[in-house]
């Protein structure tokens, strides 16, 4: 019976011994680790700085997907609101970096990760088209693609494109970049066009020689085929030319 008490004396106190260091344990742990700032409100300041960034009425439809924060980050609560801006070099689009910095009575600072994708609606062509051809209406479609690595532009209004030429063969739904266009060649070298002089009250047609080819606007020199003389005008229309 002596015997029983003693190893019940001895299971106690072990018992009691272990519970002093676990609770010493966590008081320990909690003096280490004190309230650590929640990672999914840092993620949400990150992310809300972002969309307040972003010019929203550009775009049809903005995404961004946040990157991870590695578990055993602890940082601080903070007393004072977090302070987010881009990391150095880092764009509203594709892949970027958000720095977040707590400037409380423990400062600290971490950098986030994100991927932006913006969507607008450009155009496109609706079926194959050559090279050469004036765009016109019924070639042109809208339609909603992601654009954050289109770094060669595109077209959101198709008015922008009416009456431009081909430079090279597209095939159906193909995007439409602008060093896929030109103005179309109203006035070709070595062609005979009207020369159109306009002052205040009046107004001489001439007629003349193309020196060189041009669009609707270009500056081009034409040969006057009276007097011989080399002048030069702006390309108003097909075949004609305007001096002042």
Same mark, same amino acid.
């Given at each position: 019976m002596r015997f029983a008490?003693?190893?019940l004396g001895k299971t106690l106190l072990i018992s009691l011994f272990f519970l002093g260091c676990?609770?010493?344990s966590q008081v320990i742990n909690a003096s280490a680790h004190p309230l650590a700032h929640n990672h999914n409100a840092i993620q949400a300041a990150a992310k809300e700085f972002l969309v307040n960034s972003i010019e929203t009425g550009k775009y049809s439809r903005i995404n961004i997907q946040m990157g991870n924060m590695d578990n055993r980050l602890q940082l601080q609560q903070c007393s004072t609101p977090l302070i987010s801006t881009l990391a150095p070099g880092a764009q509203l689009r594709g892949k970027t970096t958000v720095h977040i910095r707590c400037t409380g009575e423990k400062p600290w600072?971490?950098?986030? +990760?994100?991927? @932006?994708?913006?969507? =607008?609606?450009?155009?496109q062509t609706?079926?194959?088209l050559d090279r050469g051809h004036i765009l016109k209406k019924s070639d042109l479609v809208a339609a909603e693609v992601e654009i954050s690595r289109l770094n060669n532009g595109y077209f959101t209004d198709m008015k922008n494109l009416l009456g431009k030429q081909l430079k090279r063969r597209l095939p159906q739904n193909k995007l439409i970049k602008p060093n896929y266009v030109k103005s179309p060649t109203l006035v070709k070298r070595g062609e005979l066009v009207s020369i159109i002089a306009k002052n205040t009250g009046y107004s001489v047609k001439m007629t003349g020689t193309a020196m060189m080819s041009g669009a609707k606007g270009d500056r081009i020199r034409v040969?006057?085929?009276? +007097?011989?003389? @080399?002048?030069?005008? =702006?390309?108003?229309q097909a075949g004609i030319i305007?001096?002042?």
């Amino acid at each position: 019976m002596r015997f029983a008490q003693e190893n019940l004396g001895k299971t106690l106190l072990i018992s009691l011994f272990f519970l002093g260091c676990g609770i010493y344990s966590q008081v320990i742990n909690a003096s280490a680790h004190p309230l650590a700032h929640n990672h999914n409100a840092i993620q949400a300041a990150a992310k809300e700085f972002l969309v307040n960034s972003i010019e929203t009425g550009k775009y049809s439809r903005i995404n961004i997907q946040m990157g991870n924060m590695d578990n055993r980050l602890q940082l601080q609560q903070c007393s004072t609101p977090l302070i987010s801006t881009l990391a150095p070099g880092a764009q509203l689009r594709g892949k970027t970096t958000v720095h977040i910095r707590c400037t409380g009575e423990k400062p600290w600072t971490v950098y986030l +990760s994100a991927q @932006i994708q913006l969507f =607008t609606k450009v155009i496109q062509t609706v079926e194959p088209l050559d090279r050469g051809h004036i765009l016109k209406k019924s070639d042109l479609v809208a339609a909603e693609v992601e654009i954050s690595r289109l770094n060669n532009g595109y077209f959101t209004d198709m008015k922008n494109l009416l009456g431009k030429q081909l430079k090279r063969r597209l095939p159906q739904n193909k995007l439409i970049k602008p060093n896929y266009v030109k103005s179309p060649t109203l006035v070709k070298r070595g062609e005979l066009v009207s020369i159109i002089a306009k002052n205040t009250g009046y107004s001489v047609k001439m007629t003349g020689t193309a020196m060189m080819s041009g669009a609707k606007g270009d500056r081009i020199r034409v040969k006057n085929t009276s +007097s011989k003389r @080399i002048i030069e005008g =702006t390309v108003l229309q097909a075949g004609i030319i305007g001096i002042q």
